[in-house]
């Protein structure tokens, strides 16, 4: 695995039509492939692979990831309806992108995945 990603490209390239939000920890866009009305992704500024390089050093960004879910919610108006938020882990957890990112579901009912 190389030290960037699809991911870095689009936080470098800095495309104010594609991101939704920005701040020093994160940058957040739509996903590629929508699998909900809002499906958005929130991701860490910086290159941690994956949530397994969560340390006592950098574990502060999973809170503000999730804090910034909760204003995108509200900005894309599914804070009241409900929504679901969603880290993926290797393999078995279907990561696909190998950078840190949240997705912000929303906008239909969504399928259970626990029951
Ligand atoms: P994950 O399976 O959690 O790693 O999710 C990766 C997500 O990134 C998938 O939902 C993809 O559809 C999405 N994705 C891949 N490439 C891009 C891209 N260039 N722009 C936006 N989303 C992307």
Redesign the pocket.
């Known amino acids: 695995m190389n030290n960037t990603s699809?991911f870095s490209k689009?936080i470098k390239e800095n495309d104010l039509s594609k991101i939704i939000y920005k701040d020093k920890y994160v940058t957040s866009?739509h996903?590629?492939?929508q699998i909900a009305p809002i499906h958005i992704?929130i991701v860490s500024n910086k290159l941690i692979k994956s949530i397994n390089e969560i340390n006592k050093s950098n574990k502060y960004i999973l809170g503000h990831m999730i804090y910034v879910a909760t204003i995108l919610a509200k900005q894309f108006k599914i804070d009241k309806s409900g929504y679901r938020l969603i880290i993926?882990c290797n393999k078995d957890g279907?990561?696909?992108?190998f950078h840190l990112?949240l997705?912000l579901l929303g906008g239909k009912k969504l399928g259970k995945m626990l029951s």
């Open positions: 699809i689009i866009f996903d590629i492939k992704l993926n279907g990561q696909e992108i990112h997705h």
